[in-house]
């Protein structure tokens, strides 16, 4: 397998972070820090709204976006932020290219300046997935009366999907901090950060227990659950993941790469291959595109990167056998 960088899709955005398409193949970005969305298509990438009540801090603000699977029947968008409470989840109405009309339909994730999540993804079943954080509390991840360090799955209101853990908002607990969600077919994949050694890629299972705080990295627990895949955070500080091809696509921020792991059913089949080492500096988000290629987004601008000319980016990054 061959990934090439294609072209660049849109420059000049500040701090990318979530990105979601809509039918046209257009697409829409949460900038972190401002708190604006855009409407990225044809080179341009033009605002269509903001989000109000965000609160940006060290990894906090606008973060993850989500189209919903019935748009544009059902014209919405559902956004995570962060306040200067909680993290939370809201609905908001697209059309006309515009945003409007800002309802939360779930509040109360903690909330610190680190370890805030903020991935969305719809699955095949129609749900609304969540990656969150632990807040820096570190009992929250194991506190299955918390929305802290867990993958919540919720109704399009925010309620409890059918078939929850205890009939909880949540999917599986004991992350750390999830920034990384995609589904191939039915299976989810969650990229989380480590502490201080490890970094994971994990397959999730409903009710699965993911080890934090006990566990960092395979830890072979009884109980726990371990990752299909683990990395020195040095080369990866894992956010946002994509799934085509038989792989999963993992964006590095620390690691400045874009990691390729081959899975099938949930497990790894192979060694994760790393692309793009350094060339682009850090890197936030990769979304699987309608065309069949990759969206991905550096995240110079976020007070961790080095600035380069046009950045932040969209790379559009081309996948051949």
């Known amino acids: 397998m061959k990934l090439q960088v294609a072209g660049t899709v849109a420059t000049g955005i500040e701090v990318p972070w979530g990105l979601a398409f809509l039918p046209d193949r257009s697409a829409l970005v949460t900038e972190r820090d401002s708190g604006k969305v855009k409407r990225v298509a044809g080179g341009r990438a033009t605002e269509v709204g903001s989000v109000d009540g965000v609160d940006a801090s060290s990894e906090g ?3 993850g976006i989500a189209v919903d699977p019935q748009y544009p029947t059902r014209p919405y968008v559902y956004v995570y932020y962060s ?25 109360g ?15 095949p079943d129609g749900f609304l997935y969540a990656g969150t954080g632990d807040g820096g509390d570190r009992p929250n991840s194991q506190d299955d009366n918390s929305l802290g360090g867990k993958i919540l799955r919720i109704t399009t209101d925010g309620k409890a999907a059918p078939g929850n853990p205890g009939g909880k908002p949540w999917f599986s607990k004991g992350h750390r901090n999830v920034q ?3 589904f191939d077919g039915s299976q989810l994949y969650a990229a989380e950060f480590g ?12 009710g699965a227990n993911y080890g934090w705080p006990a566990a960092e990295g395979v830890s072979r627990l009884d109980g726990m659950v371990d990752p299909i895949a683990q990395w020195n955070t040095d080369d990866a500080s894992p956010s946002g993941i994509a799934a085509a091809q038989g792989h999963v ?19 790894r089949v ?19 595109a309608p065309d069949g290629s990759l969206w991905v987004t550096t995240s110079n601008t976020d007070g961790r990167g080095d600035v380069r000319d046009g950045d932040d980016r969209i790379l559009r990054v081309t996948i051949t056998r």
């Open 109 to 123: 994730i903690p909330m610190a300046a680190v370890h805030n999540g903020g991935r969305l993804e719809f699955g």
């Open 249 to 267: 696509f993992m964006a590095g921020l620390r690691g400045a790469r874009l990691w390729a792991i081959p899975v099938a059913d949930g497990k």
């Open 83 to 107: 306040t200067g409470d909680d993290n939370r989840i809201a609905r908001m109405t697209y059309q006309g290219g515009r945003l409007s009309g800002q309802q939360t339909i779930l509040d």
């Open 180 to 182: 990384g969600l995609a």
């Open 195 to 206: 502490q201080d050694t490890w970094d994971e890629l994990n397959a999730i299972d409903n």
């Open 61 to 63: 603000g606008l973060l």
């Open 270 to 288: 192979g060694e994760p291959v790393a692309f793009f080492t350094n060339e682009y500096g850090r890197l936030r988000t990769v979304e699987a």
